[in-house]
């Protein structure tokens, strides 16, 4: 069994940042810290990229974090 990752730091870099790209970058860095699985990551790196607005990436970051965590977040 593999040690938890606290992503707390990547979620908060997310929304520290700045600007559609800032978040995007921030966003997949959370992604690949993460440990979901390779087919998991390449989705929703998919997703990220495809968003056009910057709220919505703090939204998800913050989902994604508690999905991987085991709270089934859509």
């Known amino acids: 069994m593999t040690k938890a990752i606290d992503l707390t730091s990547y979620v908060?870099?997310?929304?520290?940042?700045?600007?559609?790209?800032?978040?995007?970058?921030?966003m997949i860095e959370l992604i690949n810290a993460s440990h979901a699985k390779a087919d998991t990551?390449?989705?929703?790196?998919?997703?990220?990229?495809?968003?056009?607005?910057?709220?919505?990436?703090?939204?998800?970051?913050?989902?994604y974090t508690m999905s991987g965590e085991g709270m089934k977040v859509r």
Do not use: C, H, I
């Open 12 to 26: 908060q870099k997310v929304w520290a940042s700045t600007g559609l790209d800032a978040k995007k970058n921030a």
């Open 41 to 63: 990551k390449r989705l929703y790196t998919t997703k990220v990229n495809m968003e056009r607005n910057p709220n919505r990436l703090d939204t998800f970051a913050s989902s």
